[in-house]
């Protein structure tokens, strides 16, 4: 099995490191906050106190960072550890970020003969602990063979794209979609309560129709609930909601989905509700509507 360091341990690291470590492979981790160390270490994966210590010998380098500014300030500022990977060393960049970025670091890895993948994830904290991501994968079709044997133990289905870069994109024109359909089902939904129609009737009729998705259901059911247990932040939400628009205005493409979900998301971040999951975009929508959801 492989020799594989990774860094990120946050929501979707901790569960692909789990991962990694049941396939049998060799782990050594390092995140910027140590706060996670002794979990990680108890699933069987070696820590270490500086991100240099990954490098001698590796077979991958995987990162999840939560964003642009992250992977810049350790794979291309700091540290820079884009310049100091060993050659031999196949990298895999598990971000959401923006193409100008991942391109960035391709260019810094590509001009040293390192082997780079962009491969972005969809799912959130339950599919990570499962072993049940969506990935998307850019770059060398070699390079993504010989990748399946730490790719697949991390997700439920794989999909190359093609050429470096086209698994951010893909990342950036799915979130687009995951955007449309939160803040579709929060108007849904409140105008639905505002009515005076069952907000489970709803669901149901939701769940079966020809517009029913996996969302419509998650979140639906979650917000009725008044459930908002973090699975996927909303603050990120908010970063990639920008993301999104930069890359569609670089591309002169309309992204009005796009610009409604950063102002609602701002205003949840405004509002205290960072740290609470995405579907927050919800209770924004519905607090406008002067309704309860969870009532």
Not at 65 to 90: M, W, Y
Not at 114 to 141: C, H, M, N, Q, Y
Not at 149 to 178: A, D, F, Q, R, W
């Amino acid at each position: 099995m492989a020799k594989v360091s990774f860094i990120g341990l946050g929501i979707m690291g901790s569960g692909m490191v789990a991962n990694l470590v049941k396939a049998g492979h060799e782990l050594t981790v390092w995140n910027r906050s140590h706060s996670k160390y002794s979990e990680i270490e108890k699933v069987g994966a070696k820590t270490v106190s500086d991100p240099n210590q990954l490098l001698p010998g590796a077979d991958f380098l995987m990162y999840c960072l939560a964003d642009d500014s992250a992977v810049e300030a350790i794979f291309l500022d700091g540290p820079a550890l884009a310049s100091k990977v060993e050659t031999g060393t196949i990298v895999i960049d598990l971000s959401t970020i923006d193409p100008e970025t991942s391109a960035a670091e391709r260019k810094v890895y590509e001009d040293r003969g390192i082997s780079f993948l962009d491969a972005p994830v969809f799912g959130t904290k339950g599919e990570a602990r499962d072993g049940g991501l969506w990935i998307v994968i850019g770059g060398p079709k070699e390079v993504f063979e010989k990748s399946l044997p730490v790719l697949e133990p991390i997700s439920e289905t794989l999909h190359y794209m093609g050429e470096g870069g086209n698994g951010t994109k893909m990342k950036l024109v799915g979130n687009l979609l995951v955007a449309s359909q939160i803040v579709s089902i929060g108007e849904a939904l409140s105008l639905a309560k505002k009515a005076g129609l069952n907000l489970n009737s709803v669901l149901e009729v939701a769940a079966v129709a020809d517009f029913k998705t996996p969302i419509y259901a998650g979140v639906g059911a979650g917000v009725i609930k008044g459930d908002y247990e973090v699975n996927f932040p909303l603050k990120l939400m908010l970063k990639d909601a920008r993301l999104i628009q930069a890359f569609a205005n670089r591309l002169d493409t309309p992204a009005s989905i796009a610009i409604t979900t950063e102002e609602l998301a701002k205003a949840g971040v405004d509002a205290g509700m960072g740290e609470l999951n995405a579907s927050a975009i919800v209770k924004v929508i519905s607090n406008r509507a002067g309704v309860n959801l969870s009532e």
